[in-house]
């Protein structure tokens, strides 16, 4: 990688990788994605803009109660999620001293649960 050009064409497809993860995500129409580690700039743009909530940077204790709650399943890559992975509505997040987690509202909606989002961590 040497030339401005190289960099660029090193940009474009990572653009279009994120752009393919968020499309496997999205065809499952969720309206939470949970995740153990981050969620890149870009992959949060198409998220949000397609309306989903992406809650990052969730402690992998939390994440494995919310998939058993709502019967999700955790999937470490997006091409393998199948509409049985998403989870149903009607799951209460709640605040406990330990976790995370500060929803004290009814969620109605459906969520799929993956490691990460961000194309930079590996």
């Known amino acids: 990688m040497t030339a401005e050009t ?3 064409r090193l940009l474009q497809i990572e653009e279009e990788h994120v752009k393919e993860l968020c499309a496997d995500i999205l065809a499952l ?3 939470v994605v949970i ?3 981050g969620v890149s700039d870009l992959a949060q743009h198409y998220l949000v803009k397609a309306g989903v909530t992406c809650l990052r940077r969730v402690k992998k204790s939390d994440n494995n109660r919310l998939a058993r709650a709502c019967g ?3 999937c470490n890559h997006t091409e393998e999620l199948k509409e049985s992975d998403v989870g149903t509505q009607g ?3 709640l605040s406990t001293p330990h976790s995370s987690l500060t929803c004290l509202d009814k969620f109605d909606g459906s969520v799929v649960g993956v490691p990460t989002l961000d194309d930079t961590s590996g």
Request: hydrophobic share 35%; no cysteine; charged share 35%.
């Open 6 to 8: 190289d960099f660029t």
């Open 29 to 31: 129409r969720p309206d």
């Open 35 to 37: 995740t153990e580690k």
């Open 72 to 74: 999700a399943t955790i």
């Open 91 to 93: 799951l209460y997040l």
